[in-house]
């Protein structure tokens, strides 16, 4: 399924707001499902691809803002050309929302204990806000390049934490 998707994603999906975001998010993520399958033979837990394709998808609309003069340059229609800098700014606040919703969702649902909770106010929250902040405080190109590279990190660190309590490291 991922390889069409791959194939496609240029011709088709990328020219169409938020549907080529949502299917890199979607490829981003499925490593998540690929790595339980290679492991356990079966998923079982959702989670993590969730929570990837969450991330990956705000980090995604930034790198859209960060892109935004070649897009429009190159006739891309991404949700920043098409909406401004600022309507993509509302869109990375809902799914910011979502995510941190998601986030805790997966913590009652699974019944973690609250090193869960605490490493990702630390390591995901706390960073991901003062990103949002810096980027809302000063919404231009160069600021919205920096947001995706910084929300590359913390999807990686919050990839990590999640991964390390599924194990039962902590």
């Known amino acids: 399924i991922i390889f069409p998707i791959i194939f496609f994603y240029t011709p088709v999906f990328k020219n169409i707001p938020i549907l080529g975001n949502l299917v890199i998010s979607f490829i981003l993520a499925s490593i998540f499902l690929f790595v339980q399958l290679l492991i356990i033979n079966t998923i079982i837990d959702y989670s993590l691809f969730i929570l990837a394709f ?75 806000f003062i990103s949002i902040f810096s980027l809302q405080k000063s919404l231009t190109i160069h600021t919205a390049n920096q947001f995706s590279k910084i929300t590359k990190g913390i999807t990686v660190t919050g990839m990590l934490t999640i991964l390390l309590l599924e194990i039962n490291i902590f």
Do not use: H
């Open 54 to 128: 969450s991330f990956s998808f705000i980090r995604e609309i930034g790198k859209d803002m960060g892109d935004i003069k070649g897009d429009k340059f190159a006739q891309i229609k991404t949700f920043p050309v098409l909406y401004n800098l600022k309507k993509s700014m509302y869109l990375v606040y809902l799914f910011t929302f979502l995510t941190i919703a998601i986030s805790l969702w997966i913590f009652f649902k699974n019944e973690y204990n609250y090193i869960y909770l605490t490493s990702l106010i630390i390591a995901v929250y706390t960073p991901l």
